[in-house]
């Protein structure tokens, strides 16, 4: 082992070192520590329970700078997550707007997403599928991004970044911050904007930094991703994160406020970029934001209920063999010849038995006036 990467392996042991120390690569010992620290993680993360605040905002400091806001209430266990958003408001222009409030859930047999009707109170089916990850993932990759912040990007595992070929550990730093010591991971991407890797996937990422805790279960405390630009493009929008967290459960610090960012870099020299509708973007500059408070976070089960139909007022569906948009014509198209089958059936039923039976007397109950039409 190199002598570097024995000093920082001590130093990451014994917590007995400067603010920091010469960029180093990531030893085998803190590799193999943040792994199954990662994994305790997960598996904490994995039953929670809660509510906040989000906050996103679109094109900022532009002119049609748009601001939303919503109150999320949320869930999650082993195969089952909710959540569901509610108040959500719009500001455009010192004009304000009110949107549906929403809601996703799966369980293991369905993943569904759905919109409250403001004319009746009540949920509609926007989207079905199954449980596959696929689905999960489409479905309520927002919130489960924000909920996994701890020891994820975005949604993405930081185990990837230790344990995926395509990516390269460059070197690691110990950065002080208040009394806690923290390792800061530069990262390299060597895969080609727009490549395929075995379940994942890929952004056009060329690499980045996280900055973690070990004293802390190795919670995620920052990091930035920076995009690969395409050809021609000299503006990107690289990813800044960042979590604060507030009291511990069982030594685990409990998530207070998510931050994620997109912040601009401009290729080559320049420090200022207009867009087709005027917007102009300075190097350094936010360009996107979204901001998510909680206000209550808990490490408790929810019971099966609250993953069903029933939880939102609708009847169970059972397990969905298309999936459908609200919008789409199919669910009438196989409603209609479903009711179509069945009184088929029903005739089919009634004239056998008409030819087999006695024929009608005064007092017998007649057929349902157009029944034999």
């Not at 759905?114 to 599928?129: N, P």
């Not at 490490?299 to 609200?326: C, I, M, N, Q, Y």
Request: charged residues 20%; hydrophobic residues 40%; aromatic residues 8%.
């Amino acid at each position: 082992m190199p002598q570097s990467a024995l000093i920082l392996s001590l130093v990451v042991a014994l917590g007995q070192a400067p603010a920091a120390v010469h960029p180093s690569p990531l030893t085998d010992q803190t590799r193999s520590e943040y792994l199954r620290a990662l994994g305790e993680l997960e598996a904490t993360f994995g039953t929670i329970r809660g509510s906040g605040r989000s906050t996103s905002v679109g094109v900022a400091g532009q002119p049609d700078q748009r601001i939303s806001k919503s109150l999320v209430v949320f869930a999650k266990k082993p195969g089952m997550f909710r959540s569901s958003s509610s108040h959500r408001l719009t500001t455009r222009a010192d004009k304000e707007s009110q949107s549906p409030d929403l809601a996703t859930f799966f369980n293991r047999t369905i993943s569904i997403s759905l919109e409250r009707r403001s004319d009746t109170g009540s949920y509609v089916i926007v989207d079905t599928a199954g449980s596959d990850d696929a689905s999960r993932l489409v479905t309520s990759m927002g919130p489960r991004s924000v909920l996994a912040c701890p020891y994820t990007l975005e949604g993405w595992r930081i185990s990837n970044v230790l344990t995926k070929p395509w990516y390269t550990i460059t070197h690691v730093e110990e950065v002080l911050s208040g009394n806690t010591k923290l390792l800061k991971i530069h990262y390299l991407n060597s895969l080609k904007p727009g490549a395929s890797a075995p379940g994942r996937l890929v952004m056009k990422e060329e690499g980045g930094w996280l900055l973690v805790s070990p004293a802390e279960k190795w919670v995620l405390r920052e990091a930035v991703s920076r995009l690969a630009p395409g050809a021609g493009q000299s503006l990107v929008g690289d990813r800044h994160l960042s979590v604060e967290y507030d009291g511990t459960h069982d030594g685990v610090p409990i998530p207070r406020r998510y931050e994620s960012k997109t912040v601009a870099r401009l290729v080559g020299d320049k420090q200022e970029s207009t867009d087709s509708k005027g917007r102009v973007a300075r190097n350094g500059s936010v360009m996107s934001s979204f901001v998510f408070d909680f206000d209550e976070f808990r490490f408790d089960e929810a019971p099966d209920s609250d993953f069903t139909f029933a939880a939102f007022g609708l009847p169970d569906l059972g397990k969905p063999k298309v999936l459908a948009a609200r919008s789409s014509p199919m669910p009438w198209v196989f409603t209609i010849a479903g009711v179509a089958l069945l009184l088929a059936i029903l005739l089919r039923a009634y004239a056998a038995r008409l030819r087999k039976g006695p024929r009608q007397s005064v007092g017998q109950p007649t057929p349902p006036r157009g029944m034999l039409s």
